[in-house]
Protein backbone atom coordinates (compact mmCIF):
# COMPACT_ATOMS: atom_id res chain seq x y z
CA UNK A 1 0.00 0.00 0.00
CA UNK A 2 1.40 3.67 -0.72
CA UNK A 3 -0.44 6.31 0.80
CA UNK A 4 -0.52 10.24 0.71
CA UNK A 5 -2.23 13.02 2.04
CA UNK A 6 -2.61 16.62 1.55
CA UNK A 7 -4.47 19.78 2.09
CA UNK A 8 -4.83 22.34 -0.90
CA UNK A 9 -6.62 25.80 -0.26
CA UNK A 10 -8.65 27.60 -3.19
CA UNK A 11 -7.47 30.67 -5.43
CA UNK A 12 -9.57 33.21 -6.83
CA UNK A 13 -8.29 34.31 -9.86
CA UNK A 14 -7.68 38.17 -10.11
CA UNK A 15 -7.11 38.25 -13.30
CA UNK A 16 -8.74 35.26 -14.97
CA UNK A 17 -8.11 32.54 -16.50
CA UNK A 18 -11.03 31.53 -19.57
CA UNK A 19 -10.61 29.53 -22.47
CA UNK A 20 -8.21 26.89 -23.55
CA UNK A 21 -5.52 26.45 -26.42
CA UNK A 22 -5.62 22.91 -25.72
CA UNK A 23 -8.32 20.81 -24.29
CA UNK A 24 -6.28 17.47 -23.57
CA UNK A 25 -3.30 19.14 -22.34
CA UNK A 26 -4.80 21.85 -20.48
CA UNK A 27 -2.66 24.77 -21.75
CA UNK A 28 -4.76 28.36 -21.21
CA UNK A 29 -5.48 30.98 -23.93
CA UNK A 30 -3.92 33.32 -21.32
CA UNK A 31 -1.89 33.68 -18.26
CA UNK A 32 -3.95 34.20 -15.18
CA UNK A 33 -3.11 35.83 -12.07
CA UNK A 34 -4.50 34.85 -8.55
CA UNK A 35 -4.69 35.24 -4.36
CA UNK A 36 -5.12 31.59 -2.34
CA UNK A 37 -7.53 32.37 0.27
CA UNK A 38 -7.45 30.33 4.00
CA UNK A 39 -11.21 30.16 4.14
CA UNK A 40 -11.97 27.34 1.50
CA UNK A 41 -9.70 24.30 1.14
CA UNK A 42 -9.59 20.58 0.52
CA UNK A 43 -7.89 17.58 2.36
CA UNK A 44 -7.70 14.51 -0.32
CA UNK A 45 -6.30 11.13 0.51
CA UNK A 46 -4.96 8.65 -1.80
CA UNK A 47 -3.90 4.91 -1.26
CA UNK A 48 -3.01 2.58 -3.83
CA UNK A 49 -3.16 -0.76 -3.37
CA UNK A 50 -2.87 -4.20 -5.34
CA UNK A 51 -6.11 -5.27 -2.82
CA UNK A 52 -8.31 -3.30 -5.27
CA UNK A 53 -9.52 -3.55 -8.79
CA UNK A 54 -11.00 -0.49 -10.07
CA UNK A 55 -9.91 3.35 -8.42
CA UNK A 56 -13.03 4.59 -6.01
CA UNK A 57 -13.62 7.30 -4.99
CA UNK A 58 -15.47 9.55 -2.05
CA UNK A 59 -16.25 13.03 -1.85
CA UNK A 60 -17.13 14.11 1.49
CA UNK A 61 -17.62 10.33 2.98
CA UNK A 62 -20.01 9.92 -0.04
CA UNK A 63 -19.58 6.77 -2.58
CA UNK A 64 -18.81 8.68 -6.38
CA UNK A 65 -20.86 7.31 -9.32
CA UNK A 66 -18.85 5.63 -12.38
CA UNK A 67 -19.49 9.68 -13.87
CA UNK A 68 -17.52 11.35 -11.33
CA UNK A 69 -14.60 8.74 -10.78
CA UNK A 70 -14.30 8.25 -14.02
CA UNK A 71 -12.45 12.17 -14.17
CA UNK A 72 -10.03 11.22 -10.80
CA UNK A 73 -9.64 7.95 -12.52
CA UNK A 74 -8.22 9.46 -15.73
CA UNK A 75 -6.29 11.94 -13.64
CA UNK A 76 -4.45 9.23 -12.26
CA UNK A 77 -4.22 7.27 -15.22
CA UNK A 78 -1.74 10.20 -15.75
CA UNK A 79 -0.27 9.97 -12.47
CA UNK A 80 0.16 6.58 -13.09
CA UNK A 81 2.01 6.98 -16.40
CA UNK A 82 4.81 8.52 -14.74
CA UNK A 83 5.79 5.59 -12.64
CA UNK A 84 5.32 2.13 -13.54
CA UNK A 85 2.78 1.49 -11.07
CA UNK A 86 -0.86 0.23 -12.42
CA UNK A 87 -2.39 0.10 -8.52
CA UNK A 88 -5.78 1.41 -8.70
CA UNK A 89 -6.26 3.68 -5.63
CA UNK A 90 -9.12 4.81 -3.16
CA UNK A 91 -9.67 8.36 -2.73
CA UNK A 92 -10.89 10.39 -0.62
CA UNK A 93 -11.11 13.35 -0.46
CA UNK A 94 -13.20 15.94 1.92
CA UNK A 95 -14.42 19.74 0.19
CA UNK A 96 -14.45 22.34 2.50
CA UNK A 97 -15.61 24.76 0.15
CA UNK A 98 -19.25 23.91 -1.41
CA UNK A 99 -18.37 21.78 -4.48
CA UNK A 100 -18.73 23.01 -8.25
CA UNK A 101 -20.35 26.63 -7.00
CA UNK A 102 -18.44 28.75 -8.42
CA UNK A 103 -16.02 29.09 -5.65
CA UNK A 104 -13.23 27.51 -6.69
CA UNK A 105 -13.58 23.68 -5.79
CA UNK A 106 -11.70 22.65 -9.16
CA UNK A 107 -8.97 24.44 -7.83
CA UNK A 108 -8.25 23.12 -4.10
CA UNK A 109 -9.43 19.03 -5.22
CA UNK A 110 -7.83 18.96 -7.94
CA UNK A 111 -4.35 20.04 -6.26
CA UNK A 112 -5.23 18.18 -3.78
CA UNK A 113 -5.41 15.49 -5.52
CA UNK A 114 -2.62 16.14 -7.86
CA UNK A 115 -0.33 16.28 -4.16
CA UNK A 116 -1.64 13.32 -2.50
CA UNK A 117 -0.95 10.83 -5.75
CA UNK A 118 2.52 12.18 -6.32
CA UNK A 119 2.74 11.72 -2.65
CA UNK A 120 1.95 8.56 -2.53
CA UNK A 121 4.03 7.36 -5.47
CA UNK A 122 6.81 9.62 -4.18
CA UNK A 123 7.14 11.29 -7.49
CA UNK A 124 9.34 14.01 -5.61
CA UNK A 125 7.96 16.81 -7.51
CA UNK A 126 9.14 20.40 -7.61
CA UNK A 127 6.59 23.19 -6.88
CA UNK A 128 6.93 23.45 -10.75
CA UNK A 129 6.03 20.12 -11.62
CA UNK A 130 3.36 19.59 -9.37
CA UNK A 131 2.00 22.97 -10.61
CA UNK A 132 2.10 21.45 -14.15
CA UNK A 133 0.36 18.09 -12.65
CA UNK A 134 -2.17 20.03 -10.85
CA UNK A 135 -2.94 21.92 -14.42
CA UNK A 136 -3.59 18.60 -16.43
CA UNK A 137 -6.77 18.11 -13.71
CA UNK A 138 -8.27 21.50 -13.89
CA UNK A 139 -6.44 24.72 -14.90
CA UNK A 140 -7.11 26.61 -11.95
CA UNK A 141 -5.62 24.19 -10.00
CA UNK A 142 -2.10 24.96 -11.03
CA UNK A 143 -2.20 28.08 -9.00
CA UNK A 144 -2.99 26.38 -5.95
CA UNK A 145 0.10 24.69 -5.30
CA UNK A 146 1.26 28.57 -3.80
CA UNK A 147 0.19 30.99 -0.78
CA UNK A 148 -0.44 34.34 -1.82
CA UNK A 149 -0.10 35.15 -5.22
CA UNK A 150 0.51 33.54 -8.33
CA UNK A 151 0.53 33.92 -11.74
CA UNK A 152 -0.53 30.62 -14.02
CA UNK A 153 2.23 31.42 -17.01
CA UNK A 154 0.47 29.48 -19.87
CA UNK A 155 3.61 28.76 -21.94
CA UNK A 156 3.30 26.66 -25.43
CA UNK A 157 3.57 23.29 -23.97
CA UNK A 158 3.08 20.76 -21.13
CA UNK A 159 6.56 21.41 -20.37
CA UNK A 160 6.14 25.30 -20.03
CA UNK A 161 2.53 25.79 -18.78
CA UNK A 162 2.42 25.96 -15.16
CA UNK A 163 2.33 28.89 -12.24
CA UNK A 164 4.86 30.54 -10.43
CA UNK A 165 4.84 32.68 -7.24
CA UNK A 166 4.19 36.39 -7.65
CA UNK A 167 7.06 38.08 -4.62
CA UNK A 168 4.83 40.92 -3.25
CA UNK A 169 6.69 41.89 0.12
CA UNK A 170 3.41 40.43 2.03
CA UNK A 171 1.06 42.43 0.28
CA UNK A 172 -0.98 39.74 0.32
CA UNK A 173 -1.61 40.14 4.75
CA UNK A 174 -2.84 43.70 3.72
CA UNK A 175 -5.95 42.28 1.82
CA UNK A 176 -9.09 40.32 2.82
CA UNK A 177 -12.08 38.81 0.53
CA UNK A 178 -15.34 38.83 1.45
CA UNK A 179 -17.34 35.49 -0.15
CA UNK A 180 -20.77 36.89 -0.74
CA UNK A 181 -22.59 33.65 -0.93
CA UNK A 182 -26.02 34.40 -3.10
CA UNK A 183 -26.43 30.20 -4.03
CA UNK A 184 -24.00 27.57 -2.96
CA UNK A 185 -25.85 24.62 -5.87
CA UNK A 186 -24.10 22.89 -8.34
CA UNK A 187 -24.20 25.02 -11.01
CA UNK A 188 -25.65 24.20 -14.50
CA UNK A 189 -22.80 24.83 -16.87
CA UNK A 190 -19.16 23.82 -15.71
CA UNK A 191 -16.27 26.20 -16.05
CA UNK A 192 -14.91 23.86 -18.36
CA UNK A 193 -18.00 23.39 -21.01
CA UNK A 194 -18.71 27.58 -20.09
CA UNK A 195 -15.47 28.49 -21.21
CA UNK A 196 -15.34 25.74 -24.35
CA UNK A 197 -18.53 27.34 -25.53
CA UNK A 198 -17.18 30.68 -25.08
CA UNK A 199 -13.79 29.83 -27.47
CA UNK A 200 -16.14 28.14 -30.06
CA UNK A 201 -18.36 30.48 -30.71
CA UNK A 202 -18.27 34.18 -28.83
CA UNK A 203 -17.94 37.08 -31.11
CA UNK A 204 -16.28 38.56 -27.96
CA UNK A 205 -13.60 36.63 -27.19
CA UNK A 206 -11.26 38.05 -28.88
CA UNK A 207 -11.91 41.30 -27.16
CA UNK A 208 -11.00 39.29 -23.85
CA UNK A 209 -8.05 38.23 -25.16
CA UNK A 210 -6.79 41.16 -26.46
CA UNK A 211 -7.07 43.20 -23.42
CA UNK A 212 -5.09 40.34 -20.83
CA UNK A 213 -1.56 41.50 -21.36
CA UNK A 214 -1.89 44.72 -19.92
CA UNK A 215 -4.50 43.94 -17.65
CA UNK A 216 -1.98 41.40 -15.90
CA UNK A 217 1.02 43.86 -16.39
CA UNK A 218 -1.34 46.36 -14.05
CA UNK A 219 -1.72 43.97 -11.99
CA UNK A 220 1.81 43.09 -11.21
CA UNK A 221 2.78 46.56 -11.05
CA UNK A 222 -0.12 47.38 -8.34
CA UNK A 223 1.05 44.16 -6.46
CA UNK A 224 4.93 45.44 -6.41
CA UNK A 225 3.82 48.89 -5.57
CA UNK A 226 1.10 47.43 -2.42
CA UNK A 227 -1.83 50.16 -4.88
CA UNK A 228 -5.05 48.36 -3.61
CA UNK A 229 -7.02 50.72 -5.85
CA UNK A 230 -5.09 49.73 -9.04
CA UNK A 231 -5.00 46.50 -8.63
CA UNK A 232 -9.07 46.81 -7.07
CA UNK A 233 -10.16 48.41 -10.41
CA UNK A 234 -8.15 45.92 -12.93
CA UNK A 235 -9.18 42.66 -11.54
CA UNK A 236 -13.39 44.62 -11.56
CA UNK A 237 -12.49 45.26 -14.81
CA UNK A 238 -10.98 41.33 -15.99
CA UNK A 239 -13.76 39.77 -14.35
CA UNK A 240 -16.65 41.37 -16.11
CA UNK A 241 -14.81 41.08 -19.51
CA UNK A 242 -14.40 37.58 -18.90
CA UNK A 243 -18.14 37.48 -18.22
CA UNK A 244 -19.27 39.81 -21.15
CA UNK A 245 -17.94 37.16 -23.71
CA UNK A 246 -20.61 34.55 -22.71
CA UNK A 247 -23.40 36.84 -23.62
CA UNK A 248 -21.71 36.65 -26.80
CA UNK A 249 -22.08 32.98 -26.88
CA UNK A 250 -23.88 30.55 -28.51
CA UNK A 251 -26.25 29.60 -27.48
CA UNK A 252 -25.73 32.39 -24.84
CA UNK A 253 -25.29 32.46 -20.99
CA UNK A 254 -24.10 33.69 -18.19
CA UNK A 255 -23.14 32.45 -14.50
CA UNK A 256 -24.97 36.33 -12.88
CA UNK A 257 -28.28 35.93 -11.21
CA UNK A 258 -30.45 38.85 -9.88
CA UNK A 259 -29.01 38.29 -6.34
CA UNK A 260 -25.12 38.79 -8.39
CA UNK A 261 -26.34 41.82 -9.64
CA UNK A 262 -27.70 43.16 -6.31
CA UNK A 263 -24.36 42.35 -4.94
CA UNK A 264 -22.04 44.25 -7.86
CA UNK A 265 -24.56 47.37 -7.63
CA UNK A 266 -24.14 47.66 -3.32
CA UNK A 267 -20.56 47.33 -3.91
CA UNK A 268 -20.45 50.43 -6.43
CA UNK A 269 -22.58 52.33 -4.06
CA UNK A 270 -20.22 51.70 -0.92
CA UNK A 271 -16.95 52.45 -2.93
CA UNK A 272 -18.55 55.65 -4.37
CA UNK A 273 -20.01 56.37 -0.50
CA UNK A 274 -15.97 56.63 -0.23
CA UNK A 275 -14.87 52.91 1.13
CA UNK A 276 -12.54 51.49 -1.52
CA UNK A 277 -13.77 48.15 -1.95
CA UNK A 278 -13.92 45.86 -5.56
CA UNK A 279 -15.92 42.51 -6.72
CA UNK A 280 -14.90 39.60 -8.53
CA UNK A 281 -17.02 37.20 -9.75
CA UNK A 282 -16.29 33.24 -11.19
CA UNK A 283 -18.13 30.69 -12.96
CA UNK A 284 -21.08 30.96 -10.30
CA UNK A 285 -23.16 33.46 -9.36
CA UNK A 286 -21.40 34.15 -6.23
CA UNK A 287 -19.55 37.34 -5.25
CA UNK A 288 -16.78 37.91 -3.97
CA UNK A 289 -15.14 41.15 -2.79
CA UNK A 290 -11.82 42.60 -2.17
CA UNK A 291 -11.49 44.92 0.13
CA UNK A 292 -7.97 46.01 2.93
CA UNK A 293 -8.35 44.77 6.08
CA UNK A 294 -8.34 47.63 7.23
CA UNK A 295 -11.64 47.70 5.76
CA UNK A 296 -12.92 44.64 6.11
CA UNK A 297 -15.25 45.11 9.57
CA UNK A 298 -16.48 48.73 7.67
CA UNK A 299 -17.32 46.88 4.59
CA UNK A 300 -18.75 43.63 6.41
CA UNK A 301 -21.09 45.96 8.35
CA UNK A 302 -22.00 47.77 5.44
CA UNK A 303 -22.75 44.83 3.77
CA UNK A 304 -24.61 43.12 6.24
CA UNK A 305 -27.58 45.45 6.43
CA UNK A 306 -28.48 44.04 3.12
CA UNK A 307 -27.56 40.81 3.29
CA UNK A 308 -27.85 37.96 5.89
CA UNK A 309 -24.88 37.09 8.42
CA UNK A 310 -24.87 33.60 6.70
CA UNK A 311 -23.97 34.83 3.44
CA UNK A 312 -20.91 36.52 3.99
CA UNK A 313 -17.19 34.54 4.68
CA UNK A 314 -14.01 36.22 5.29
CA UNK A 315 -10.96 35.14 3.87
CA UNK A 316 -7.17 36.06 3.76
CA UNK A 317 -4.32 35.03 1.94
CA UNK A 318 -4.00 31.25 2.32
CA UNK A 319 -0.90 29.33 2.49
CA UNK A 320 0.80 26.72 -0.20
CA UNK A 321 -0.24 22.96 -0.71
CA UNK A 322 0.62 21.07 2.13
CA UNK A 323 1.64 17.13 2.45
CA UNK A 324 -0.04 15.94 5.21
CA UNK A 325 1.26 12.33 5.67
CA UNK A 326 4.51 12.80 6.76
CA UNK A 327 2.80 14.34 9.92
CA UNK A 328 0.04 11.97 10.08
CA UNK A 329 3.04 9.10 10.36
P1 LIG B 1 -15.78 25.15 -9.30
O1 LIG B 1 -16.32 26.51 -9.55
O2 LIG B 1 -16.23 24.60 -7.99
O3 LIG B 1 -14.29 25.06 -9.49
P2 LIG B 1 -15.87 23.53 -11.74
O4 LIG B 1 -16.98 23.42 -12.73
O5 LIG B 1 -14.63 24.19 -12.19
O6 LIG B 1 -16.47 24.25 -10.44
O7 LIG B 1 -15.43 22.11 -11.24
C1 LIG B 1 -16.23 21.28 -10.46
C2 LIG B 1 -15.70 19.87 -10.60
O8 LIG B 1 -14.42 19.75 -9.97
C3 LIG B 1 -16.53 18.83 -9.90
O9 LIG B 1 -17.65 18.47 -10.68
C4 LIG B 1 -15.52 17.70 -9.78
O10 LIG B 1 -15.37 17.02 -11.01
C5 LIG B 1 -14.23 18.43 -9.52
N1 LIG B 1 -13.93 18.44 -8.07
C6 LIG B 1 -14.36 19.31 -7.14
N2 LIG B 1 -13.89 18.98 -5.91
C7 LIG B 1 -13.15 17.86 -6.07
C8 LIG B 1 -12.41 17.03 -5.18
N3 LIG B 1 -12.33 17.31 -3.88
N4 LIG B 1 -11.77 15.95 -5.69
C9 LIG B 1 -11.83 15.67 -7.02
N5 LIG B 1 -12.51 16.43 -7.92
C10 LIG B 1 -13.17 17.50 -7.45
C1 LIG C 1 -13.78 31.59 -14.13
O1 LIG C 1 -9.96 25.82 -13.71
O2 LIG C 1 -12.38 25.46 -13.13
O3 LIG C 1 -12.77 30.47 -12.29
O4 LIG C 1 -9.46 24.06 -16.35
O5 LIG C 1 -11.66 23.33 -17.24
O6 LIG C 1 -10.99 22.66 -14.94
P1 LIG C 1 -10.89 23.71 -16.02
O7 LIG C 1 -11.61 25.03 -15.47
P2 LIG C 1 -11.38 25.87 -14.12
O8 LIG C 1 -11.73 27.34 -14.65
C2 LIG C 1 -11.72 28.45 -13.82
C3 LIG C 1 -12.34 29.62 -14.51
C4 LIG C 1 -12.55 30.84 -13.63
C5 LIG C 1 -11.36 31.80 -13.71
C6 LIG C 1 -10.10 31.41 -13.00
O9 LIG C 1 -10.13 30.71 -11.98
O10 LIG C 1 -9.04 31.86 -13.46
CO1 LIG D 1 -13.18 25.31 -11.27
Redesign the pocket.
Known sequence: MYSGKARAYTNIALIKYWGKENQELIIPMNNSLSLTLDAFY?E?EVTFSKELKEDQ?Y?DNQWQDSK?TL??SRFLDFVRSKTDSSLRAV?K?K?F??????????????A??AGAASDALNLNLTPEELSRLARRG?G?ACRSIYGGFAEWQKGYSDETSYAVQIPSSDFENDLSMIFVVVNDAQ?DI???DGMQRTVETSAFYDGWLQTVPQDLAKAKKAIKEKDFIALGEVSESSALKMHGTTLAATPPFTYWSAESMKVMNLVRQIRNGGLPCYFTM???PNVKLLVERKNEAALLSAMSAHLDAKQLVVAHAGPAIEILSKEDA
Open positions: TTFLAKVVSNVPTAAGLASSASGLALSSKSSRDAG
